[in-house]
């Protein structure tokens, strides 16, 4: 019995377990944490996702979004309008993640996109079904304008 136990432990803890850091959740084969004290700009965003060896979230599959954006939603529901997601479009114009240079499948939230031209970096409008807004990826000014909440995703390898 004790050892029926034991085994059981160690699948669950494999499964579940040491796989992603303190502070994130894992879902599918990603590890995921909301940070949303202190906000930051973008590049400050990547930044301090890339400092943990991943990257903004990418949305490869409407399950992934779907899954982030409930996940948001419960935990903080109206609190954050916004968050960084890790789409850009400096390369052409097109919108592709950042980390593999693949095709964001768009959906825009109402007004958006406004397409100005200094509009490169993608935000998660989480209180308008997790749908997309472009946005100025750095502070327009010397306050805080651009500062939001942000979503870090680490492969699980
Ligand atoms: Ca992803
Ligand atoms: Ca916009």
Known sequence: MLQLV?????????????????GYIRHDKSCYAVVTNPTATWPHAQ??????NGHLVTFET???RSYVHNY?????GPTN????IGGV?????????????????????????TRNSNEHCLLMVATEFGK???NT???????????????????VS
Not at 47 to 52: I, L, M, S
């Open 81 to 84: 309008k916004y968050y960084w």
């Open 89 to 113: 479009n400096y390369i052409d114009g097109s919108w592709v993640w950042m980390n593999n240079l693949t095709a964001v499948n768009l959906n825009w939230a109402t007004g958006e996109p």
């Open 137 to 155: 990826c750095e502070d327009v000014s010397s306050q805080d304008t651009n500062h939001h909440p942000y979503v870090c995703e680490k492969e």
């Open 47 to 52: 930044a301090y996702c890339d400092g943990a």
């Open 132 to 134: 997309y807004a472009d």
């Open 6 to 22: 034991l085994s059981l432990i160690f699948i669950s803890s494999a499964v579940y377990g040491q796989s992603c850091p303190n």
């Open 62 to 64: 409407e399950a992934e």
């Open 72 to 76: 948001i939603q419960n935990r903080f």
